[in-house]
């Protein structure tokens, strides 16, 4: 198969998951659509190409493990691990509801193929520089990906993990930061302007690649050259909209956390469905 054909093939994956992720908020009339949108394309390319995961043996020691430190995006990595069987999609059924597998943040000891409980900002890279510097430690050739949101990065305990990825030379750690320009409230340059997010990680001695996070070939370059990076840690800055896809979120201010009305939602499925459509008509070509 040639690498055309399958980045059309990740197209369709990551456009079966936005569809699956609408359909999973839509049974509970609310959700954090705007992140869980922005990460699509990505997650698709861990799950369809980079991680080698087992859905039989989700805690197989050696396999590559993602930390969503945004764990508000949950919904998203929920939607893929039913798609790739990890458990069944009546699952998602779940989201938000007490006493269920799938909290709206992502918790490790209610999910299976969830690798770390996450909801309170700022925590998830240090998670990450433990876990890829515990496998190191045991000899395990695997990676750990770290989702970070940009304003996520407001938070000082994410500069001291930078740090701390390259004193150790952490060549199995990949952080992939999701620069959707917005936040909780506001644009993030209003809130805390971070200025060029791709030289402050450079500066604190890692490898970056810098990217559009909804151009899948692009993506693709930039998250293999950073999970081949051998010198140390490595990111992927992708700049993405937040609620990319979702026909009543994308494109407007208050759209991080949204209640909908039912026809919104139908209006926004039709559209996901389209598009989804033209992606595998495009494959079939
Ligand atoms: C320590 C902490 N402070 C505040 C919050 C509330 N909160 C949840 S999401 C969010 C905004 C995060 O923005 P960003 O990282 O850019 O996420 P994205 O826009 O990609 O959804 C905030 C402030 C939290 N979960 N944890």
Known sequence: MNQKTRYQELRVFAEEIRLKT???FGHIGFGHIGGAMSIVEAVALLYGEFMQVDPRNPNWPDRDKLVTSKGHAGPTI???????GFFPESMLRELNQGGGHLPSHTDRNKTPGIDMTTGSLGQGLSAGCGIALGDRMDGRECTTYVFLGDGELDEGQNWEAFLFA??????????????????LDGYTKDVMDLGNIEKK???FGWHVESCDGHDIPALYEALDRCRSWQEGPAAVVMH?????????AEGILSNHHINFKPEQMAEALEKATAVLEE???ALRK
């Open 78 to 84: 929920y939607a893929t691990l039913a798609m790739k």
């Open 22 to 24: 609408l359909q999973t």
């Open 240 to 248: 993405t909209k937040k609620g990319h896809g979702c026909s009543f």
């Open 279 to 281: 992606a595998r008509a």
């Open 166 to 183: 390259n004193q150790m030379k952490l060549n199995n750690l990949v952080a992939i930061v999701d620069v959707n320009g917005q936040q």
């Open 201 to 203: 990680i450079e500066a």
